[in-house]
Structure formats: C-alpha cells, structure tokens
C-alpha cells in the first residue's frame, strides 16, 4: 500500500466512524403490524377526544393531562404514517400544534371530525413527524399513571411482571401497550437529555436502550396480535427483558424521581 493510499483510508475509516457517532439514527417510522397500529389508533383517537373535552373548559389545565394529550395526537401522526393515511397526519398535527398553543377548544373541534382511513397495501417508509415543544418530557409522559393522566403503561407492565401477585395478561390490552410503546420509544431514540448527551458512550447506551425498547415492543405486538392463540409466558417474558430496558436507562440517566 502506498503511504498516500493509506493516508486515504485511514482518512475514510475515520470520516465513517464520525458518522457512526454523529449522524441521526433511523428517523423513519417504525415498521408496526398495520392491523395492531389501527387499534392503537382507535384507543389514541378515543383518549384524545375524551381528553379534550376535559381541557377545553378549564382555566388551568394541569400539566401532566396536557401532556399525553399531545402524545396522543403526536402519536396518531405516527399511525397515520404506518396506516399510509396522510388526512390523519396532517390532521393529527394541527391538532398537536394547537396543544401547544394551549387551544384545546380549537384542538377538540379539529379532534371530533378526524376518522381514522388506512390505505391498502403500501411500505412504512414516512419520517418520524416532529414538533417544536414536543421533546422528552412530552414524549415519555404518555407512560404515566392513569391517575395522573397517563396510560398507566409504566405501572402495567411493572404489574405484569412481577413476582408476587402479577396480573393477568390479558393479549389485546398488551399489544396496544406494545405499539403505544414502540412509538414513544422512537421518538425517545431522537431526544436523550442533558446527562446522556454529555459523552459519545452515554449517548451510545441512550440509542441503544431507546432502539431495544423499539424492537422489543414489536415483537411483543407481534405476538399479543394473536389473541387467544398468543403464546402468554413468551409475552411475559419479552415484557421483563422490555421493563428492563426502562429501569436500566431510568437508572442512568432520569433524576427527576
Ligand atoms: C433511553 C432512555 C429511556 C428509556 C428506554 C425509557 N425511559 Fe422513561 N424516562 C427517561 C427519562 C430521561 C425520563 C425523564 C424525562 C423528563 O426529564 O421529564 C423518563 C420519564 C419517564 C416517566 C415519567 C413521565 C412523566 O410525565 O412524569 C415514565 C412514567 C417513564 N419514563 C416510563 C418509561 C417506561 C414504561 C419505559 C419502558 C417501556 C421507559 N420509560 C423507557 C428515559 C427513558
């Protein structure tokens, strides 16, 4: 080899690893059974509805009911992407924006004339939508309490996992969960915080946790999809390697517990 030919490849290898480093992972959609993502699409569509009606009256909305509100419309613009129905993203991102701009009436006037049109056939191929002020925070609280106005997904799983006492695995309830929480975890793919930003290893181990998440809640929808043929003790335990993966990048990287 030549000095100047191995000064270009040294040159190349490096230039490939800084992508490597640098360039955004995957944006695009993930690729969701388009069966399970029009249920998901129905349960969000239901959610942000009845979530609307809430907000629009009060003087103070909190929060924690905002912010799923804006999950549900960010993620049915995910759907619409899946569904190759471009009415529901455009749509369902008004309807973001106008939660952002605290317009819930206008938002819950927009949010009653959405249907929901899968087109036939076609390949997920659409970017991940975005939305300025939809950032971490937003994207995970969709995972909250229902108490506090969330799904209540970080709770179920926890309860359907544990040892004492866990609670029936019931396939359509998790293959909601499961498509609900491969959305979120790819938008979370694209924001890591402060403490995971501060080096490339932090970031590495953010992609790779929030990319885990992704992969394994399909695989979860994939399987919870069969209903009653749904092999339960394998849903069990691809949800405990799943809560594993949150635990382990909350343990890292969250500190507002
Ligand atoms: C890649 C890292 C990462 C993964 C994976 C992850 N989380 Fe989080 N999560 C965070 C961080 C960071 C926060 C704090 C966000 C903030 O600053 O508001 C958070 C916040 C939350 C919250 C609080 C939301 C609120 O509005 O109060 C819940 C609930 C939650 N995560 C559940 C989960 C569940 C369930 C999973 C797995 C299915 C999961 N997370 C996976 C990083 C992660």
């Known amino acids: 080899m030549t000095p100047s030919l191995r000064t270009l490849v040294g040159g190349c290898a490096l230039a490939a690893g800084m992508w490597i480093l640098s360039a955004p992972v995957n944006a695009g959609v993930p690729d969701l059974p388009k069966d399970s993502s029009k249920k998901a699409a129905d349960a969000d569509l239901a959610f942000l509805k009845l979530r ?3 907000l629009a009256p009060k003087e103070k909305p909190v929060d924690g009911q905002v ?3 804006l999950g549900a419309a960010m993620m049915l613009a995910v759907y619409a992407e899946v569904l ?3 009415n529901l993203k ?3 991102l008004k309807i973001a924006e106008a939660i952002t701009k605290k317009d819930f009436k206008g938002a819950l006037e927009m949010s009653k004339k959405l249907s929901i049109k899968p087109a036939a056939g076609g390949k997920v191929a659409g970017p991940m939508p975005k939305l300025n002020k939809y950032e971490l ?3 995970m609280s969709p995972f909250r309490g229902k108490s506090v106005g969330g799904h209540n997904i970080d709770r179920d799983i926890k309860d359907m996992v544990k040892t004492m006492n866990p609670t029936k695995i019931d396939p359509a309830h ?5 498509v609900r929480t491969a959305v979120i975890s790819e938008f979370a793919i694209h924001y890591p915080n402060d403490k995971a930003s501060v080096n490339a290893g932090n970031k590495a181990k953010w992609e790779k946790w929030s990319k885990e998440s992704v992969d394994l809640s399909k695989q979860i929808a994939a399987e919870a999809s069969k209903g009653g043929k749904a092999d339960v003790k394998k849903l069990k335990m691809m949800l405990t390697n799943l809560n594993a993966r949150c635990t382990d990048c909350h343990n890292a990287f969250r500190d507002d517990e």
């Open 90 to 92: 455009t749509e369902a």
């Open 52 to 54: 609307l009606a809430e």
């Open 84 to 86: 190759g129905d471009a």
């Open 67 to 69: 912010k799923p509100a």
């Open 137 to 139: 925070t937003e994207i």
């Open 174 to 178: 998790v293959e909601i969960l499961a």
